[in-house]
């Protein structure tokens, strides 16, 4: 009687365990890159479908894996969103120090620039009464108190002193509320 062939022909049955035990630990191999590849692309790539599609040329063996790592995005999401909130958080220490950037170029302009000097957009409109660059939301200039908009001969007030009783705030001087 002959002794039955072992995986791919061998009669030697060490040799063909050892073989056995090879394939083995490939096959381990393979599945746990399609599942670090799986992982890894959820980490860097927001869209789900191409997270599957990731997944699905993984499971070429061994050369979806290596294709996967060349094509893959070389940031994850994680560093991308903290980057841009580092980013965020310099521009509002800018806008704190006074330094601006225009909204359209990101030239470095100055808080009362009517107009950005690098890509001649305008920034801001002047006060018809006093010519200071006023805030697109703002209603009322806060230095000549002309309304916006308005013939300032119209709408300007002159400034009264004020009374007394006026510097109480619900019956108790301002140094009662604190």
Known sequence: MLPIAGLFGVHNHTVSLALE???????IIWIALIYWTFADARRRIDDGIVV??????????FVGTLIYMIVRPPEYLEDVRERELDIEAAE?????????VCPHCDYA???????CPNCLRKLRDPC???SKPLH????????CETEVGLDPTLTRRPRRPRRESEQTIGGRPPSDLI
Do not use: N
């Open 128 to 130: 018809v009464g006093c």
């Open 52 to 61: 599957g599609v990731a997944t699905l040329v993984s499971l070429i063996p």
């Open 92 to 100: 509002a220490r800018l806008a704190q120090v006074g330094m601006h």
């Open 136 to 143: 697109p939301e703002w209603r009322i200039c806060p230095y």
């Open 109 to 115: 302009v100055e808080k009362d620039f009517l107009r």
């Open 21 to 27: 035990l090879i394939l083995l630990f490939l096959a």
